[in-house]
Every structure is written in C-alpha cells, then in structure tokens.
C-alpha cells in the first residue's frame, strides 16, 4: 500500500460525515478575519469595532474600523484601506467617532470620522505617536497616554545607523518593544476645539490606564511609583486633580501588591478595579474585583467573586450594580454585580464567551461573543431576553466548513484532586472508532482553555485528531491554591494533570494509546519539554517559544523579576537546587520522542536559545528533531506566510511520527 494511498484510505474512515461539508485547513484560517474592540454610540444606532485581517499578498496583518447598526443590516467600513485603523470610540455628543491609526506614514495619532460626512481628520500631532486615548464626558478633551519623545522621535531625517541602546535600569527588555530606556508613558489632555496639549503627569515611572471621572475634574490612573518600580510589581490607583496645572496625583491604594483597571461609579464616590490581593507569589496571584469608596480610602473586595479573575470591570449606566468579564472554571463569563449585596448573576455564560462587551447608555447590552465552533461575533439582546447576532464577520467564509465538536469533561488525576480539561473531536467523529490525539497545553501557565473557539485545535481535528486540552495546576479558573500548586515545581503536578488528561480520553475508548502526540506553546512548549523527559508515550512533541535551561534566561529574557521571585538569584550556591530542579535541560537524555521545535528569531519573552539549546542536545543524541526559527518574529508570529509555513511543518511532523507510526500497526 503505498502512503498516498493509507492516507486517503484513513481520511475516509475518519471523516464520514452524513453531509459532505468542506474541512478547515490552513488557506481558509488565513483568510479568516477577527473583530474586537466594540463600541456602542451613544444614541445607540452604531457598533463600531475593529476588524483584524491578513493581506495575503502583501503578506501582512492590518486593521481596519468598521461599524454595524443596532437594528440590523451590513457592516459599514469605516476606514479600510487606509493604514491600521483600530480603538474606535465615540464622542458624547455623538458627532465624532474617533480611531487610532497611523495612516500616511505616520506615527499613530487620533483622528476623528465627523458622523456628518468627510474623510477622517488627525487631532493629534505627537512627533512620538499616542498609545491610548478617552473622551471626557464632556467631549470637549481627550485624554491621551503618550511616551516621552526620544532623540530618535525628534530627528528631522533618518539615521544611516540606529542609536546606541544606553542602559541604567533593572528591567531593562521587554519582547515586541526590545531594549527599555527610560523614556517613560504619561498623561497628557487635548484641547479637541483647539489641538492645545497639556501634559499631566511626569517623572521616572509609567502612568497607564487612565479613567475620568463623570464630572470631568478627575483622573484615576494606574502607576508604581515606588523607589524602584522594577523591583517590584506595586502598582496603586492615583487620582489627579486636572484643574490645574500644578496639582500632584494622590495616591488611592496602599496595597504591596498589583492594583488595575480603575472605573468610575455614575456618581463619582467609588471606583470598581483589579487586586491580585494574595500573600502568594505575585506571578501566581488571580487579579480580583474590589471597589474602593474614595472619600473613606477603604476597599473591599467582592467576596462573591474571591480568588475569580476579573477583566475590565465597568459600573452599568443604572449605577447599581457593575458588569465585569470573569474567567472560571473553564468559563469566559459575562456577569453583574449587585453593589449592595455582591451577588453575581451571570449575564453570559456557559458556552458562550464573551471576550469584550460594552453597554448603550439605555442599558442595551452588546457582547463579543464565541462559540466551541464558532468564532467572535457582536451579539445584542432582543425583546424576548435572548441574545441574537448582529455581525456577519465569519458568514460567507465559513458557511460550509464541519468543525469539530467540543466536551468538556471532569476527572480526578490524584486523590483529591479534580481537573477539567476539553476534548475537540475531529468533524464525523465516529464512536465506534479510538482516533489519534494531540494533548494541547495552554500558556501562561496562569490561562485557561475555556469553550471558545480554537482555530489552532480545530485545524488539527480536521486532520482528523481528536484534540485534549486540559487545564491543569497552574491554571487560572479553579482558586489561588489551585494555581499556586506549581509554585518551583514545574513538571511536576502540571505534568500529572496533563496525562490523567490523556488516560481519560484512552479510559473513554476515544484516543488510540499507540497513536499520541504532545503540543504546546511558551509555556505550554516548556510543559512538552517536561514531558518528554518523563515519558516515551508519545510517538512525537512539538514545543514552540519553549525553555529547557532555565538559568540561561537569566538575564536574556524579560523575566529576571519572576525568576528571582520565584527561584531566587541564580548565582547564590543556595539557590542552584531550586533553579536545577525545574529544568528539563538537565533530563534531556531521557528523551526518545521526535520532536519539532519552533520560535521567533526576536523573541524576548523566551528566547530563541532554548530552543537551539534543545535542538542540539536532542541531534547530538540522534533523536529525531528539526529546528525552525522564524526571522524578525517575536513570541507570536504575525507573518500570514510564515502562520501558514508553521502549521505546514506541525501536519508533516505529525504525518510523519504518528500517523505513519499508526500504518506499521
């Protein structure tokens, strides 16, 4: 039997669906498009969101504004074609609706679409650009989070030659951004009449996440301006008065510990935030809801909602409760909060997930969401109390593509204790059939898998794999104990968890046991390292952006303040066991698995060194291994032709080790 031939044969028996639908493959993800970043008008008639594509031809990404009436209809670009366009917002009086973009050339400036017709104006003109932006509730300033200019900024013409990078900080890398100088991100307010700019903030520290008051006078804004903010992760609220030029931030929280995200009550006497208020590391700690009453100083945590992650919370436009997202127990939830008494009622959940969200001022829901087999689009809430879709992002493009099915499933993977983990079934799965199957572990390693859909996984169930993506210790989702459990002991009970996982699925009758692959990425590819270390099941790896020796990050990557919190310095005698203990560097001879490793040549976050480090060992011991470095990428890759070489490598690795593997059977 020749291979063309077994492989037809096999993608005939795994693939029978009652109707023939198209597969998901690599050419159509590409062309796949992907809104985020919704925003409600303020007369309710509008969605503007941001849409996310690739340019196949120039071979890159873009992203454009568009917007979708309330009431139903298409799509209406706003900007396409016109540069990266992205972060749409609407004035308060409904005139303007404005955009980051950096059109022209240029740095990325504000600009404004007037709702009454004309091309979009630039507001700003910062020789440095703008990093973010929001409307007073006036709607007569903008306030704008703006980098200093540095000597590069203000060069007339271009340099033959960058500058020298010239160094004095303690965190002195950072991935997509590379060597940190300390030119610092502050608050600055536009004049929108005028163009008149005022800078609000100063000093060596970053100021961020900046929110007005409803009256207009104040800002509440993230900042560490501790001694040595790269020392630490001590961000506290502060609140500006910005009547006057002269008036210095005052200070909210005293908390040791990361505080994030201020929002405003309607009545200005509270703000709703972030709090990874734990006693655990603080890598480990869950970012939590509290609200804190201004004037008292004091802050509560919403005890319904304890050791729960939380993302942007908002307060609801009726001010007596607030909506936030929370992650949990393998959920992406939309809930609101009762402010008098904390209960939760979950607005979104399930198997929906809501990525983003946003509220009309009638309190007209509008939520991002998707679904196991179908990605994000912009839902509304109708008459009847049921959520019913307003976009069409994915319509046309995916209307006859099969896309596997999606469980979730609980099981115990030591006494004592309990783990979830979602199995993505190829499209016409067949019960009476075991499939092969790729354990995919998840990044971070404070993630979680949740129900939305995962175009990664599903492309790997097309090729007919039945995916298993566990969230074990580690995760984010099931309580700080839960996600503190790996504390320096990475491949240890994360490494349990993962193959109780893939017992579970064999127990099942779904998985071919002979028939195994192991996947992950940043995290996810240093947990494959720990598994090939500690067992031969499977029949191939792939790691991508993934660790071995970890005391060769040291210094290299980003992360010199985690692995110091965690480990402790690396050149104390007394720290080495520690440092020793988690990497897999050092079992390296007990692999036998092929594997496939992967990263960016410019990654930052885990450098490109660990995965050559990894590949040499792996070719000095005559396991099979191939290396593959995509040049000028970071951690991510956001190249369309080097995505699509990517998934070609991981199908012909897998062809090779696991489905031939599965012929000599």
């Known amino acids: 039997m020749t291979r063309t031939t077994y492989l037809l044969l096999l993608f005939t028996t795994l693939f029978t669906p009652a109707v023939f639908a198209e597969v998901f493959d690599v050419d159509t993800y590409l062309r796949m498009q992907d809104a985020s970043e919704i925003s409600v008008s303020p007369d309710g008639q509008f969605v503007a969101y941001t849409l996310y594509e690739r340019d196949l031809e120039q071979d890159l990404v873009t992203t454009s504004v568009w917007m979708i009436p309330t009431a139903g209809g298409p799509a209406i670009p706003m900007t396409a074609g016109n540069g990266n366009s992205y972060t749409p917002k609407w004035s308060p009086d409904n005139r303007f609706l404005s955009i980051l973009s950096d059109r022209g050339d240029q740095q990325i400036q504000v600009w404004l679409l007037d709702r009454r017709g004309g091309d979009a104006q630039p507001l700003t003109a910062l020789k440095q650009g703008v990093s973010s932006y929001e409307w007073s ?234 679904r196991p087999q179908y990605p994000g689009e912009i839902f509304t809430v109708n008459k009847e109390s049921s959520w019913v879709q307003l976009s069409a992002v994915h319509q046309a493009l995916l209307a006859d593509i099969e896309f596997g099915a999606v469980e979730k499933h609980e099981f115990e993977s030591e006494p004592g204790v309990t783990i979830e983990a979602f199995y993505l079934f190829p499209p016409g799965y067949q019960k009476e059939h075991s499939y092969p199957a790729v354990l995919h572990i998840h990044g971070g390693p404070q993630a979680q898998w949740d129900f939305g859909f995962n175009y990664e996984a599903q492309l790997l169930a097309a090729q007919g794999y039945i995916v298993v993506m566990p969230n074990p210790r580690g995760s984010f989702g099931y309580g700080q104990k839960f996600a503190s459990a790996i504390n320096k002991d990475w491949g240890g009970p994360d490494f349990i968890d993962v193959m109780a996982a893939m017992d579970f699925g064999i127990d099942k009758g779904w998985i071919d046991s002979e028939r195994m692959a192991v996947y992950g990425w940043s995290y996810g590819g240093m947990l494959t390292n720990h598994v090939i270390t500690k067992t031969n099941r499977f029949a191939a790896a792939i790691t991508g952006a993934s660790a071995t020796l970890y005391v060769s990050n040291y210094g290299h990557d980003q992360y010199q303040r985690w692995w110091e919190e965690e480990l402790g310095f690396p050149w104390l005698a007394e720290n080495k066991e520690a440092w020793d203990n988690i990497s897999p560097f ?46 000028n990428e970071y951690h991510s890759l956001s190249v369309p032709s080097y995505e699509k070489h990517l998934y070609q490598q991981y199908f012909e690795w897998l062809d090779t080790y696991v489905t031939e593997r599965s012929n000599e059977h």
């Open 586 to 631: 050092y079992a390296l001879e007990q692999v036998t698995t092929p594997t496939l490793v992967v990263g960016g040549e410019e990654d930052w976050n885990v450098p490109i060194i660990n995965s050559e480090q990894l590949y040499i060992v792996l070719k000095r011991r005559g396991i099979p291994a191939r290396l593959v470095v995509y040049p």
């Open 137 to 370: 509730p006036t709607g007569n300033q903008i306030l704008l989070e703006v980098k200093d200019p540095t000597p590069a900024d203000l060069d007339e013409e271009p340099r033959p030659n960058p500058r020298p990078y010239v160094i004095d900080r303690l965190q002195f890398k950072e991935d997509y951004v590379g060597y940190l100088d300390r030119y610092r991100y502050h608050l600055y307010v536009i004049d929108v009449a005028t163009q008149k700019t005022r800078q609000l903030t100063f000093g060596d520290f970053d100021d961020s996440q900046p929110s007005w008051s409803p009256d207009g006078k104040h800002i509440a804004f993230v900042s560490n301006r501790t001694e040595h903010p790269d020392r630490n992760r001590n961000t506290e609220l502060w609140l500006l008065d910005i009547a006057t030029d002269q008036s210095e931030p005052r200070q909210l929280t005293f908390n040791s510990f990361q505080d994030a995200i201020p929002a405003w009550s309607p009545d200005g006497k509270h703000l709703a935030y972030t709090t990874a208020a734990s006693t655990d590391l603080p890598i480990y700690a869950i970012p939590q809801l509290a609200i804190l009453n201004i004037e008292s100083g004091e802050s509560q945590l919403v005890a319904s909602l304890t050791e729960v992650q939380v993302f942007n919370p908002v307060f609801s436009a009726n001010g007596s409760d607030l909506l936030t997202i929370t992650e949990f127990q393998g959920q992406q939830q939309l809930v609101r909060v009762d402010l008098d008494t904390h209960e939760i009622e979950v607005v979104l959940g399930q198997q929906d997930v809501v990525s983003d969200f946003d509220e009309a001022p009638n309190g007209q829901l509008y939520a991002l969401i998707n």
